[in-house]
């Protein structure tokens, strides 16, 4: 079996995932490893941990080859079963940075920007441009692969990925796995989750249902603590305990992400907002500057002598190929192409929902009609995730204006020109630091 791995100078990803597929036995046989990434220094990094976790793990048997640059990247995918995808095209700098730094000239303020919003559509936009190039080597070197995505903006790529290409693609995500045990953590609610049913959209998936071992419905409890909690205390997720207060329900990405892909929280004309609802403007370049710093200790423990513990983690992926091996069943949340899966959002949407995995791949679930309001608010989303894959798709301007002109935020609080202009910059820029956008 082969598995590439593209980004693998994202070396905490990598050691999660790889190192869970070395304490998988049934991926362990007959295993190979291509390591690929652009950038020499971070893929040395990581070569070293993989290499230092399968001696540590596996006895050293499975082959990892490391692959740099673009010249060597079909090699690094000939022949793949899976692959896993955690690039971030740009980086922190120059991109992020860009990403931020203009839409704040105009007053637009963002959290994370990695998923919607101004950042959201440039970061997808930049990043289909890569992934035009891998889904050509792809189809021509490992045509049956299984292409993992991990990198965001999750619905903006994994759908330009499943309707535009032959690439089999799912999506995945780690804030579903941590959703309900997280709340009932926060409610200090003690019940061991019996059931629970997860569907919407990535980063805006609903926790529909909730029940305890007994088969008891935990919502009305956790609706009552929720609100009693944001009425009493500042904590950091005022957000989402207000949707459940609004709308009747949780939903799985954090309220530091959910803050800013709605209209209702970052206005620059009540800015006692943000410190209502404890909103932590610009976090994704302060996250940024920490891990850059925290990275400077961690590289040296992973590199250094020391052993690398490691206990298999919560990320799909290793399930996911255990499971299309062995033919033993796992059930997870995947981002797919609606089809149908959810009646009430658009059938192009990239959704996120239920899915079978076994031998004979993924199987996702229909899940029906959501509540109307969520439905609402995942529509607001998805109508700039479609536009932002029919700018890539078309290299038409026209629709990152329209898709920055219907995304909730920009446009609640910038005019129509200003978001043109806001735009127009925001290309100029990356493209004068070599990363096309149309």
């Given at each position: 079996?082969?598995?590439?791995?593209?980004?693998?100078?994202?070396?905490?990803?990598?050691?999660?995932?790889?190192?869970?597929?070395?304490?998988?036995?049934?991926?362990?046989?007959?295993?190979?490893?291509?390591?690929?990434?652009?950038?020499?220094?971070?893929?040395?990094?990581?070569?070293?941990?993989?290499?230092?976790?399968?001696?540590?793990?596996?006895?050293?048997?499975?082959?990892?080859?490391?692959?740099?640059?673009?010249?060597?990247?079909?090699?690094?995918?000939?022949?793949?079963?899976?692959i896993v995808n955690a690039i971030q095209v740009g980086g922190y700098k120059p991109?992020?940075?860009?990403?931020?730094?203009?839409?704040?000239?105009?007053?637009?303020?963002?959290?994370?920007?990695?998923?919607?919003?101004?950042?959201?559509?440039?970061?997808?936009?930049?990043?289909?441009?890569?992934?035009?190039?891998?889904?050509?080597?792809?189809?021509?070197?490992?045509?049956?692969?299984?292409?993992?995505?991990?990198?965001?903006?999750?619905?903006?790529?994994?759908?330009?990925?499943?309707?535009?290409?032959?690439?089999?693609?799912?999506?995945?995500?780690?804030?579903?796995?941590?959703?309900?045990?997280?709340?009932?953590?926060?409610?200090?609610?003690?019940?061991?989750?019996?059931?629970?049913?997860?569907?919407?959209?990535?980063?805006?998936?609903?926790?529909?249902?909730?029940?305890?071992?007994?088969?008891?419905?935990?919502?009305?409890?956790?609706?009552?603590?929720?609100?009693?909690?944001?009425?009493?205390?500042?904590?950091?997720?005022?957000?989402?305990?207000?949707?459940?207060?609004?709308?009747?329900?949780y939903c799985t990405e954090s309220s530091e992400h959910n803050s800013e892909y709605?209209?209702?929280?970052?206005?620059?004309?009540?800015?006692?907002?943000?410190?209502?609802?404890?909103?932590?403007?610009?976090?994704?370049?302060?996250?940024?500057?920490?891990?850059?710093?925290?990275?400077?200790?961690?590289?040296?423990?992973?590199?250094?002598?020391?052993?690398?513990?490691?206990?298999?983690?919560?990320?799909?992926?290793?399930?996911?190929?255990?499971?299309?091996?062995?033919?033993?069943?796992?059930?997870?949340?995947?981002?797919?192409?609606?089809?149908?899966?959810?009646?009430?959002?658009?059938?192009?949407?990239?959704?996120?929902?239920?899915?079978?995995?076994?031998?004979?791949?993924?199987?996702?679930?229909?899940?029906?009609?959501?509540?109307?309001?969520?439905?609402?608010?995942?529509?607001?989303?998805?109508?700039?995730?479609?536009?932002?894959?029919?700018?890539?798709?078309?290299?038409?301007?026209?629709?990152?204006?329209?898709?920055?002109?219907?995304?909730?935020?920009?446009?609640?609080?910038?005019?129509?020109?200003?978001?043109?202009?806001?735009?127009?910059?925001?290309?100029?820029?990356?493209?004068?630091?070599?990363?096309?956008?149309?």
């Amino acid at each position: 079996m082969k598995i590439t791995f593209l980004g693998a100078g994202s070396t905490v990803f990598a050691k999660n995932v790889l190192g869970d597929v070395f304490l998988t036995s049934a991926l362990t046989e007959d295993l190979t490893i291509a390591m690929y990434d652009i950038n020499a220094g971070r893929l040395e990094e990581s070569y070293n941990v993989i290499q230092k976790l399968n001696s540590q793990y596996n006895q050293g048997k499975a082959n990892i080859i490391k692959y740099l640059g673009v010249e060597n990247r079909k090699q690094a995918l000939k022949g793949a079963n899976f692959i896993v995808n955690a690039i971030q095209v740009g980086g922190y700098k120059p991109c992020t940075v860009i990403d931020f730094k203009i839409p704040k000239k105009y007053g637009l303020r963002q959290t994370i920007g990695d998923t919607l919003g101004i950042g959201g559509i440039f970061r997808g936009l930049r990043t289909i441009n890569v992934l035009k190039d891998f889904i050509k080597d792809i189809e021509e070197v490992c045509p049956d692969a299984l292409f993992l995505n991990y990198a965001n903006p999750m619905a903006i790529l994994t759908g330009y990925m499943q309707r535009y290409s032959n690439v089999n693609t799912i999506g995945l995500c780690h804030s579903v796995q941590v959703c309900s045990s997280g709340l009932l953590k926060r409610l200090n609610m003690e019940d061991e989750v019996g059931s629970e049913l997860i569907a919407g959209i990535n980063h805006m998936a609903w926790l529909l249902e909730i029940k305890d071992k007994f088969g008891n419905d935990l919502y009305p409890e956790i609706r009552k603590r929720a609100k009693e909690k944001n009425q009493k205390e500042k904590h950091d997720d005022m957000v989402r305990f207000d949707y459940i207060d609004k709308l009747g329900y949780y939903c799985t990405e954090s309220s530091e992400h959910n803050s800013e892909y709605s209209s209702f929280y970052i206005k620059h004309k009540y800015p006692e907002l943000i410190e209502k609802f404890n909103i932590p403007l610009d976090d994704y370049l302060r996250r940024c500057e920490e891990q850059i710093e925290i990275w400077k200790t961690r590289r040296e423990d992973l590199l250094g002598g020391k052993f690398i513990e490691h206990e298999r983690s919560r990320e799909y992926a290793s399930r996911i190929m255990e499971a299309i091996t062995t033919n033993k069943p796992y059930c997870m949340n995947g981002n797919v192409i609606n089809n149908g899966l959810i009646d009430n959002l658009p059938k192009d949407a990239c959704v996120e929902v239920p899915c079978l995995v076994n031998g004979y791949g993924i199987q996702p679930t229909k899940v029906g009609r959501l509540p109307i309001q969520l439905a609402a608010m995942n529509s607001t989303n998805i109508n700039t995730q479609l536009l932002t894959i029919e700018a890539a798709v078309s290299g038409k301007k026209e629709y990152i204006y329209q898709a920055a002109m219907f995304d909730p935020h920009t446009s609640s609080e910038l005019s129509v020109d200003d978001i043109i202009a806001m735009c127009d910059e925001l290309i100029d820029e990356h493209e004068k630091s070599g990363y096309k956008i149309i």
